[in-house]
């Protein structure tokens, strides 16, 4: 079993649809698991149709809660938190749930033993079936940290799937960014696929999240996503990435294709057989052996 | 000695699982006894870290070595630490794993054999790995 | 007046909208004024800088505290480890490991420790970088690639903004970083109104709706709305806004143009000007949006 996470270091660059795409061309000649590791913005189940079989609220970590009866208004609380987490209201000491670390420094500083840790529910988790295979993913409520442990959560638990139905594939949809989501996303992965966009920050993002898979030690490649916006930018990642010795696996050109797939809920190669499509084709044939199959 | 190895379910017929942090159960065999205790993982549900905490609660049990199939950086650094040994096991139940062992037929892990899973360290940060204080960070205690 | 442009999903065009709102705020500042601020939130991919470049004057280390053992004090009695929330110590019988990484630098082991054994140290994961270009101010917060933790370092940008007066009485216009967790709660705290840009697709009104629950229903901020990419062909996201009674503040047309420029790091109203009337509409009516719920 092997899994591939697809990356982008900046936004929108269009990792879903690639996702998408590869999970269709790989459900042709084998058996996968998706997960969809961008927790934030969870979006590969709005083309694939998931339907879901089981679902499971996710304990994020824990937030202090006072027991005002028990108070005796002495403020260590307030003095000990670093996150600026407990508020004073005329004397009466209260936590902001949302400002909450959870590092129960207060409850463990109160001298009237007054402050407790409860769970906080902050997402949900779900294994779905879809028409390409098995889908891990989930949703973190608005506001809510710790997506890195949701993230963790979800590779976890495709990688079990994938054990369980002896999968060849497990496909990682990842986050935008270089923190603990995208942290979670890639470490452990046989290759990243960074989806890299031929812009002045696309290019700047690349350079970060590559960073972040060497600092993990996976192995990367990379693909182009809608070069033809900028064939200049374009060209200077190809040189880029010989430079620096990575794979560049191809050019994808920019495909109205795309969004419209999407608007129908169904992935490119799915929908099209233009220029994209044929792209995508392309960039599987390559990628495959990279996956030692 | 006692051993720890990584299970999927509590008892000798368990399977050894494929990860440590995270594992479902800890089996304790001792070798001069033959008693076997399973224990639950506790940091099955922790938000992160769970290869340190279920490190230090293996090294707390007083064992002399792990099996595991894979065990993570941050948990063999706090192995490692204490002195225990860490062997890989790709499969086979707890019994098999540890006769495995006496027969001298595991390979003893001296470094990671996973990525960690969450979390900064490696050669670039200069940041990674834990600060040790007191007693030697010596390894090869004999079997 | 602080205003944050954010956005569920990445790459809707936060930046490209932000960068033109400022610049428009910018060329109005008038020679009394105080300069108004534009800050980058996006700390794990802060790109405000390669399309407005900046004189650089300062950059300020961010730093958290790692608590640091004394062999000598140690007594291994494990308190430490128990208190840690994050399994960021390993309490051994002979040793004490820290794994700086996993620290939150709460404080609570040092607090806590009887021997009084932990100090702490602080540690570089980020930093804030502060200038000016034309008629703008202009800060950074960047995340050292590795760390793990944004919200640190955009706190940080804030206060490092605020502690120099750039916010009283002019216009600071935030970056935030895409989705909905904890980095873009600390963006959008203390706003007086939030611009949410997304585009006319299916992802783009389901991130829509996530933002929107953060900026709305969990802050309580006045929230309006930037179509992005408008092509015409999808009203689901005009309509969720019509029906939820969101304002929408802005439309950019899907042109290849706005694309090009934006590839090439140019501000769309540098690049194209005909869209400077756009920028400046919409900047009033978010204005005029923060002003009505202010108290």
Redesign the interface.
Known sequence: MKQLVVLGGKGGTGKTTVVAALAQLMATEGRLVLADADVDAPNLGLLLAPEVLYGERF???SEAVIDETACIGCGTCQDVCRYDAVLATDGVYTVDAIACEGCAACHYACPAGCIDMEPAESGEWYRSMTRLGDLVHARLFAGQE?S??LV?LVR?QAQVLA?DRDARWVLIDGSPGIG?PV??AV??ADLALMVAEPTVSGQHDLDRVL?VA?????PAAVVINKGDINPGRSAEIEAYCRERDLPMLGVLPYDDAAMAAMRQGRTVTEASDGPLAQALRGLWAVLKPMLGQ | MKIAVSSTAPGAEAQVS?IFG?CNCFVVVDTETQAVASLANP?L??????G??S??YI?QQGVQAVISGNVGP?AM??LN??GVDVYAATGGTVAEVVAALQAGQLEALTGPS?????????P??G?????????GMGRGRGL | MRLVIASGKGGTGKTLVATSLALVAAERATGSDALPALLDADVEAPNVALFVRAEVSETVAVERLVP????AL?T?CGRC?EVC??????????????????CHGCGSCALQCPAGAITEEP?PMGRVTLGQAAGLRLGEGELQ????MATPVIRALKHEAQRRGWDGEALTIIDAPPGTACPVIEALRGADAALLVTEPTPFGLHDLRMAVEVARDVLGLPVGVAINRDDGGDGSVAAYCAQEGLPVLLRLPLEREIAAAYSDGQPLVTALPRYRPTFEAALDALLALAEEARP
């Open positions: 304990v994020g970590g710790n890195g442990k963790s976890h054990q603990c942290i979670a470490t452990g960073g060497a600092h993990f030690r996976v | 494929p995270r940091a549900g922790a938000s992160g870290g769970a340190i905490q490190a230090q090294v941050n650094q706090v630490a204490a996973v990525a960690k899973d969450f979390g900064k360290g490696g670039m940060g940041m990674g790995g834990g600060r040790g204080m007191g007693g | 640091v053992v004394n062999a140690c291994h480890a929330q994050f399994n960021a110590i390993a309490a051994l019988p002979t040793q004490t490991l820290v794994f700086a990484e996993l540690q690639v590795g760390e793990a």
